[in-house]
């Protein structure tokens, strides 16, 4: 069952930091978790963008190494046929792969 992250206080928290995260690029208006099938939806409002775009990242998984967790995604695309376009580029996923490359703090790990 997908999540709502807007009910319980560590997913509020979760909000704050991913728009954090995105606010250079604009802000993300819904999150949904769904941890049994490892999906992630987020809706964003992008600058630029007149209508909100609709990110779905499949099979995500939680890497532990040593005393730290690590977030491995699967399949990203978007409701914008440009967006997958970049998505695939090895370029693009080298990008999000260095991004990654950091620890999940605790409270995201908690909700995932």
Do not use: H
Request: glycine share 6%; hydrophobic share 45%.
């Amino acid at each position: 069952m997908i999540q709502n992250l807007l009910g319980r206080p560590l997913d509020y928290v979760a909000r704050i930091y991913l728009n954090f995260k995105l606010k250079p690029y604009g802000s993300m208006t819904k999150l949904e978790i769904d941890t049994v099938n490892k999906t992630v939806n987020l809706d964003l409002e992008l600058k630029g963008e007149g209508e909100p775009i609709r990110v779905i990242v499949s099979n995500y998984k939680l890497v532990e190494s040593g005393n730290c967790t690590f977030i491995e995604l699967g399949e990203i695309t978007a409701s914008r046929e440009w967006m997958n376009v970049v998505l695939a580029e090895p370029a693009v996923k080298a990008m999000i792969k260095t991004a990654l490359a950091k620890p999940v703090p605790g409270f995201l790990k908690s909700i995932l």
